[in-house]
């Protein structure tokens, strides 16, 4: 069973408790989220209510917008759809593990949203609309990455709670790491080729006694006998060190 990808506009109604946890709380992502709105930057600034202008300032921007929404979903279909099959093979082939039923269909939103979540209880991702091409494909590799794995981590842990899957636990720190590592193998690269590594840009200075944790990770892919290996000695190396890698991420 290979799953598709259903590309579609969200509609802002679904997710704009998301932008406003982005946009409005700090955390880690909302200076590079605030910085593809300037406008909204000053008028959150100058506000008396954040919430209702944020609400305001993303409904007139949709609705301004819409045409190029369109355009972008339509562009979007012809450059993942190429691609689905030879990925979603290849996502078993490295991962060790086949899709089951609960993932033959996926939905990708494209969204104002520069932050672009995966909700693992209904097989949903966002994307971002203004993204180049390079990017959006790259987002749609991360982000069903992450999918699989999680279907191996509970294969290699059956007692794993769920809820490690979420910020902040340590199990969803891992998973920001592994799309650096597996989306170079030459699996997915003879498909997509991408040499950018897909991390957040603080992943890639983490390191552990003078190493930087991506190269430890790949050295452990490099070497693994078998992917639940790889699994077990990073999240082993991540549990070991655990106060400096939290320190640092």
Same mark, same amino acid.
């Given at each position: 069973?290979?799953? $598709?990808?259903?590309?579609?506009?969200?509609?802002?109604?679904?997710?704009?408790?998301?932008?406003?946890?982005?946009? @409005?709380?700090?955390?880690?992502?909302?200076?590079?989220?605030?910085?593809?709105? &300037?406008?909204?930057?000053?008028?959150? $600034?100058?506000?008396?209510?954040?919430? /209702?202008?944020? /609400?305001?300032?993303?409904?007139?921007?949709?609705?301004?917008?819409?045409?190029?929404?369109? $355009?972008?979903?339509?562009?979007?279909?012809?450059?993942?759809? &190429?691609?689905?099959?030879?990925?979603?093979?290849?996502?078993?082939?490295?991962?060790?593990?086949?899709?089951? $039923?609960?993932?033959?269909?996926?939905?990708?939103?494209?969204?104002?949203? &520069?932050?672009? &979540?995966?909700?693992?209880?209904?097989?949903?991702?966002?994307?971002?609309?203004?993204?180049?091409?390079?990017?959006?494909?790259?987002?749609?590799?991360?982000?069903?990455?992450?999918?699989?794995?999680?279907?191996?981590? =509970?294969?290699?842990?059956? =007692?794993?709670?769920?809820?490690?899957?979420?910020?902040?636990? @340590?199990?969803?720190?891992?998973?920001?790491?592994?799309?650096?590592?597996?989306?170079?193998?030459?699996?997915?690269?003879?498909?997509?080729?991408?040499?950018?590594?897909?991390?957040?840009?603080?992943?890639?200075?983490?390191?552990?006694?003078?190493?930087?944790?991506?190269?430890?990770?790949?050295?452990?892919?490099?070497?693994?006998?078998?992917?639940?290996?790889?699994?077990?000695?990073?999240?082993?190396?991540?549990?070991?060190?655990?106060?400096?890698?939290?320190?640092?991420?």
């Amino acid at each position: 069973m290979i799953p $598709k990808v259903n590309i579609i506009i969200g509609e802002l109604s679904d997710y704009i408790d998301i932008l406003e946890s982005f946009l @409005l709380h700090d955390n880690m992502f909302r200076k590079r989220a605030l910085s593809e709105y &300037p406008k909204l930057k000053d008028i959150l $600034k100058n506000s008396n209510n954040k919430q /209702k202008d944020l /609400k305001i300032f993303f409904n007139q921007f949709e609705k301004e917008n819409k045409d190029k929404l369109i $355009k972008r979903a339509e562009k979007i279909k012809k450059l993942w759809f &190429p691609l689905n099959d030879k990925i979603m093979r290849s996502f078993e082939e490295i991962n060790e593990i086949k899709w089951t $039923k609960k993932h033959e269909g996926f939905i990708a939103r494209i969204t104002l949203n &520069p932050v672009c &979540p995966r909700y693992l209880e209904n097989n949903t991702f966002d994307v971002f609309y203004k993204s180049n091409d390079t990017e959006i494909l790259d987002t749609f590799l991360h982000e069903i990455s992450h999918f699989i794995f999680f279907e191996k981590i =509970k294969e290699v842990y059956p =007692k794993i709670d769920p809820k490690e899957f979420e910020f902040p636990h @340590l199990v969803w720190k891992m998973s920001e790491m592994i799309p650096g590592i597996i989306l170079q193998d030459k699996k997915i690269q003879n498909i997509f080729e991408n040499k950018k590594l897909s991390v957040y840009d603080n992943i890639k200075k983490i390191k552990i006694e003078d190493k930087f944790i991506l190269d430890i990770l790949q050295n452990f892919y490099e070497n693994r006998i078998n992917f639940e290996d790889f699994i077990k000695k990073s999240y082993t190396f991540i549990k070991e060190n655990k106060e400096e890698f939290e320190k640092q991420f």
